[in-house]
């Protein structure tokens, strides 16, 4: 069983940057894909970044449109840990962040896998 906390979130100012940072418990960090989400309120759970895991021939990232020019995903399998740097923020990017660990980004992005409790990102204008 996989445990995921995430932290680093806050209260923050448009423009501003902040890291976002999610640690997994257990042995088989590395060969799990990562991912993060993000759910607003009234708004369905939408994905954010997700990055492979040590199993794929290199490591592969991926971003939603919103995400892909501002936030960058990283890892750091020697402290079980998986990051989200977001820059630029906008107060659209207000929101619960989730952190997920599955077998591939497929069964992540399906609502598969292990989930933390989230961290909250507010954004002020």
């Known amino acids: 069983q996989v445990q995921l906390v995430e932290s680093g979130g806050g209260l923050v100012q448009a423009g501003d940057s902040l890291r976002l940072s999610c640690e997994a418990s257990g042995r088989t960090f590395s060969t799990y894909a990562m991912g993060w989400f993000r759910q607003a309120p009234g708004q369905e759970r939408e994905f954010v970044a997700g990055?492979?895991?040590?199993?794929?021939?290199?490591?592969?990232?991926y971003y939603s449109n919103s995400a892909k020019d501002r936030f960058t995903i990283s890892r750091d399998n020697a402290k079980n840990t998986v990051y989200l740097e977001k820059t630029s923020l906008k107060p659209e990017d207000a929101a619960v962040y989730y952190c997920?660990?599955?077998?591939?980004?497929?069964?992540?992005?399906?609502?598969?896998?292990?989930w933390g409790q989230g961290t909250q990102v507010t954004v002020s204008s």
């Open positions: 990055i492979s895991g040590s199993d794929s021939n290199s490591l592969v990232t």
């Open positions: 997920a660990a599955g077998p591939s980004i497929l069964i992540i992005r399906t609502g598969g896998g292990h």
